[in-house]
C-alpha cells in the first residue's frame, strides 16, 4: 500500500441530489422503517436495481453485475467427506498403467496453534466489467452495511479493500446510509492515504455517497473526489462512476433508492 499514500487530491465535488427529487431519505435501522423491512432485505435488493438501471447508460462493452457477500452462515459436515478407511487400512492406490502408486503422506503436525478470529467480510456491492478487455473491473459501488463498521477490523477491512481497488486504477464508489454507527468509511479511507476532505474534516456525516478515482498527470498521481453528505429528510446525490480515463456515467441513486422502498413497500 505504500504508492496509494502517495496519492494527491484533485478536487472534491459538493454537488447536492437532484433538484428534482422530492422524496427524503428514511432511517432504515429505526422504527417506523425497520418494522416494516428489514436492512438486510433492503440492501440486497438495492444493487439489482442499481444494475437494471446502469444497463440503461452504461456504453457497449460494459456491463454491471451486482454481488451480495454475508459470511459464512453454515458449515460442511465434515463427516461427509471422510475417507471410510481408518488411518492405516487405506486400500492401495491404482494408477491408470496397472501399478500401485505411492499414497500421499500425512503433512507434520503444526508448530504452533493460536486461536483467533478470522474476520469475514460483509459486502453488498455492484461491479462493472469492461468485457471487451477479458472482463477487466473498471469500477466497484460499495454499500456499506452496519457489519462493516461495527468493530475496528472490519472498519479496516473495508477500508483496505477500497484502498486496494484504488491502487489498481478502479473507480470507487462508497454509500453509507448506516445510521446507528457514526463512523465514516470514507474518511477513514483517506485518512489511510494521509489526506483529508474538507467537507467530512469535523463531525462527518455518518450517511454519505463518495466516488474516488486514481488517475496519472505529468508523472504524478492524483485523487480525484466526489463527496456528498447525506442527512435524513433529503434525497439522496447522483454520483459519477468512472470507466476509464475519460468514460464515465452518472448513477442516480434516488431513483434506484425510491424503486427499491417502492417494491418493498416503505412509504
Known amino acids: 500500500m505504500g504508492g496509494i499514500a502517495e496519492l494527491g487530491i484533485a478536487g472534491a465535488g459538493l454537488k447536492s441530489g437532484s433538484e428534482e427529487s422530492v422524496m427524503p431519505l428514511r432511517d432504515h435501522f429505526r422504527p417506523p422503517v425497520s418494522k416494516k423491512a428489514s436492512w438486510q432485505g433492503f440492501h440486497g435488493l438495492w444493487p439489482g436495481i442499481i444494475v437494471q438501471q446502469l444497463f440503461r447508460t452504461l456504453p457497449e462493452g460494459f456491463v454491471a453485475e451486482p454481488r451480495v457477500q454475508l459470511g459464512t452462515y453454515f458449515e460442511i459436515d465434515i463427516g461427509a467427506f471422510s475417507d471410510e478407511f481408518a488411518d492405516g487400512e487405506r486400500e492401495p492406490v491404482v494408477s ?154 452518472m448513477l442516480d441513486l434516488e431513483s434506484s433508492y425510491e424503486e427499491t422502498c417502492r417494491l418493498l413497500r416503505i412509504a
Open 96 to 249: 491408470s498403467s496397472g501399478g500401485v502408486a505411492t499414497a500421499m503422506q500425512a503433512p507434520p503436525a503444526p508448530s504452533l496453534t493460536l486461536e483467533t478470529d478470522i474476520t469475514e467480510q460483509y459486502a453488498y456491492e455492484v461491479l462493472v466489467f469492461d468485457f471487451e478487455y477479458e472482463r477487466r473491473l473498471v469500477a466497484a459501488i460499495e454499500f456499506v452495511s452496519p457489519a462493516n463498521k461495527d468493530r475496528p477490523d472490519h472498519r479496516q477491512m473495508f477500508v483496505m479493500k477500497c484502498a486496494t481497488l484504488l491502487q489498481e486504477g478502479i473507480c470507487v464508489s462508497i454509500v453509507d446510509l448506516v445510521t446507528i454507527r457514526q463512523f465514516n468509511l470514507y474518511a477513514e479511507l483517506l485518512a489511510l492515504m494521509k489526506r483529508a476532505d474538507p467537507a467530512f474534516a469535523t463531525n462527518a456525516a455518518p450517511a454519505y455517497a463518495a466516488t474516488c478515482r486514481k488517475r496519472a498527470v505529468d508523472r504524478r498521481t492524483l485523487l480525484d473526489l466526489w463527496s456528498y453528505p447525506i442527512n435524513l429528510g433529503e434525497p439522496l446525490p447522483t454520483i459519477p462512476i468512472w470507466l476509464s480515463e475519460s468514460k464515465s456515467v
